[in-house]
C-alpha cells in the first residue's frame, strides 16, 4: 500500500471505503507528520485531540454503512475561516487570541461531507499578500526549495498539501491567492466562478472579489472537495442560487466526439497574447508552451486571443482591492474583535492605538490607498474609472470566449523567488499578480496545475481560465492532461 501521506483524496476515500486503513490511522499518521515538519511554517493551529474525535466518528460512520468520497478524508484550513474549534487569526496580531463563536460555511460543510480538520493554515495577514511574508506570525518555506517563499496568500495551503503533510486544504483567492501559489509548490488548485462558495464565515478582505476553493494535488480531488464546499447559501448575499453542482461527475463526462486518445478534441483553447510578454521568464514560457502542445495531442486546438487591458488589471485591482479592504477592515477597532490597545487616553486614541499595533504594514498600506482612492476629492478619479475598466476587463473576456471555450498561459511571470527577494518593494510584488488578476476582476473561474519545472528545479503552474460556471470544463480538461503527464505527482525531494 502507498504510504498514507502520499495518498491523494480520491485515493484514501477508495482505501476508507474499502477497510484497509481508517480514519484514525490516517489521521495519527498526518499529525505526526505535522509535527516534525514545523519548520516549514505552515501551521498556525493544530488540535489533534479534535482531530482524532472527527475521525473516529468518520469511521463509526462507515462502520454504520455510509459511504462518501470524503468520509474520514483529512484536510486543513487557510487560517482566514472562523472556526468554533480552533483559533483564528487571519494572519494578523490583530486577531491574536480570536476565537470565533460559529464555522464559516465551507467548513461546515466539509464537515458535514465527513472531513477530518487537522488544523489552521499560515496565510498573509487578511490574504494581503503573494508571498505569505505577509503573515505576522511567520513566513512560510516552500517544500521544493526552503530557502525560497510558497507564494501567497494562502502558502501555508499550498506548502501543507505540496510537502504531504495533508492531502488537501481550503484556501481563497481575491487576485490569485489559490492560483500563484498552487503554482509555486506544484499543487492544484481551483477558484470557482465568484458566488459559487459561500463566503459567509471567511474573514473578509476584498468583498466582490474573494472566493473560497480548495487545494489539493490533482484536478480529480480538487473536484471532490470543490463539490463539498460549494452551493448556495442565504446567510451570503452574493451566493450564486444554483442547484447543487457534481463536479466530479463534470469532470468525468466525454466530449462530444472525444475519442481515447483525443479526450479534449473540439476543445478550442485561447492564448490571450497578453499572456505571454517577451518579459515572461523563458523557464515558464517553455514550460507554458510545452504543457500547450500537451493539450493539443489531446485534441484540443489552440486559437489566438487578446486581453488587451491585462496590463491594466493591476493599477485597477489595487485601487478596488484596498478600497474594498479599507471599508471591510473598519470592524476591527479594539471594540468589537481581537486586539485593545492597553493603555489610551480617550477612545479616539484607543482606535489609534489598537490599529496601530494590531495591524502589519502591509495592511496599513492597504487601508490608506483604499480611504485616499474613496475619498471625496479622488472617488471619481480612481474608484469609479477603475469600476469602468474592471466592466471592460470583463467584457474582453465575453469576446474570448467567443472564440474559444477555455483560456490558457501562465499563472505568473517567474517561479517561486527567494524569502526577502521583494520584501522592501510592495509595488514588485503587485507586478507579479498579472496574470491572475483578470479573471478574478471578472469574476469568472481560474485553475492552476503543475506543467513542468523551470530554474533552480521550482514548479510552474499553467493556469487554465473558464468561463461563468465553466468549472466543469476547466477540471474536464485539467484531469485529462492528468491523465497525461505525471507532474502532479511529483513530491518534493525528501517529502
Ligand atoms: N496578491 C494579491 C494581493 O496581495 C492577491 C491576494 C489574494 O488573492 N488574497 O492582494
Not at 481563497?172 to 459567509?200: E, H, L, M, N, W
Request: glycine share 10%; with cysteine.
Amino acid at each position: 500500500m502507498t504510504a498514507l501521506h502520499r495518498m491523494g483524496v480520491a485515493e484514501l476515500g477508495r482505501a476508507l471505503a474499502s477497510k484497509e486503513v481508517s480514519s484514525v490511522e490516517v489521521t495519527k499518521h498526518l499529525l505526526a507528520r505535522v509535527a516534525d515538519h514545523e519548520h516549514l511554517g505552515a501551521w498556525l493551529a493544530v488540535d489533534a485531540e479534535h482531530a482524532l474525535a472527527q475521525a473516529n466518528a468518520a469511521d463509526a460512520r462507515r462502520a454504520a454503512g455510509e459511504t462518501g468520497p470524503l468520509l474520514g478524508v483529512p484536510l486543513a484550513h487557510k487560517d482566514i475561516f472562523v472556526t468554533r474549534e480552533l483559533p483564528t487569526t487571519a494572519g494578523s496580531k490583530m486577531l491574536a487570541n480570536y476565537r470565533s463563536p460559529f464555522d464559516a460555511t465551507v467548513v461546515t460543510k466539509l464537515a458535514a461531507a465527513g472531513t477530518v480538520t487537522l488544523g489552521k493554515l499560515n496565510c498573509d495577514e487578511f490574504a494581503m499578500g503573494s508571498s505569505n511574508e505577509n503573515s505576522a506570525w511567520r513566513a512560510v518555506r516552500n517544500p521544493w526549495d526552503t530557502t525560497r517563499v510558497p507564494g501567497g496568500s494562502s502558502g501555508g495551503s499550498a506548502t501543507a498539501v505540496a510537502a504531504r503533510l495533508v492531502p488537501a486544504a481550503t484556501g481563497t483567492d481575491t487576485g490569485g491567492s489559490i492560483r500563484q501559489p498552487a503554482s509555486f509548490s506544484g499543487v492544484t488548485g481551483i477558484k470557482p466562478t465568484y458566488g459559487v462558495c459561500s463566503r459567509y464565515g471567511m474573514i473578509a478582505f476584498a468583498s466582490s472579489l474573494d472566493q473560497a476553493g480548495p487545494f489539493a494535488r490533482s484536478a480529480e480531488d480538487c473536484a471532490l472537495l470543490l463539490g463539498a464546499m460549494s452551493g448556495f447559501d442565504e446567510r451570503d448575499s452574493t451566493s450564486a442560487e444554483r442547484a447543487p453542482q457534481d463536479f466530479h461527475a463534470a469532470m468525468l463526462t466525454p466530449r462530444d466526439g472525444a475519442t481515447a486518445s483525443q479526450p479534449l478534441k473540439g476543445l478550442r483553447i485561447g492564448l490571450p497574447r497578453e499572456f505571454f510578454p517577451a518579459a515572461l521568464a523563458a523557464d515558464v514560457n517553455d514550460a507554458v508552451r510545452t504543457a500547450l502542445a500537451t493539450l493539443e495531442q489531446l485534441g484540443a486546438s489552440l486559437v489566438d486571443v487578446s486581453l488587451p487591458r491585462t496590463e491594466l488589471s493591476i493599477p485597477v485591482y489595487y485601487i478596488i482591492a484596498p478600497a474594498e479592504a479599507s471599508s471591510n477592515l473598519s470592524r476591527f477597532d479594539g471594540v468589537r474583535f481581537g486586539h485593545r490597545a492597553k493603555q489610551y487616553a480617550d477612545l479616539l486614541d484607543m482606535y489609534k492605538k489598537t490599529r496601530a499595533e494590531g495591524f502589519g504594514p502591509e495592511v496599513k498600506r492597504r487601508i490608506m490607498i483604499g480611504t485616499y482612492v474613496l475619498s471625496h476629492g479622488y472617488y471619481d478619479a480612481y474608484y469609479l474609472q477603475a469600476q469602468k475598466l474592471r466592466r471592460m476587463i470583463a467584457d474582453d473576456f465575453q469576446r474570448c470566449f467567443s472564440r474559444c471555450d477555455v483560456i490558457a498561459g501562465p499563472v505568473a511571470p517567474t517561479v517561486a523567488w527567494k524569502l526577502g527577494d521583494k520584501g522592501d518593494d510592495p509595488v514588485a510584488s503587485y507586478l507579479a499578480d498579472i496574470f491572475t488578476l483578470p479573471a478574478s476582476l471578472a469574476g469568472l473561474p481560474g485553475m492552476s496545475l503543475p506543467a513542468g519545472f523551470g530554474e533552480g528545479g521550482m514548479p510552474v503552474g499553467l493556469q487554465l481560465i473558464g468561463n461563468y460556471f465553466g468549472e466543469g470544463t476547466l477540471l474536464h480538461a485539467a484531469h485529462a492532461f492528468q491523465q497525461a503527464t505525471d507532474w502532479h505527482v511529483r513530491a518534493p525531494a525528501g517529502f
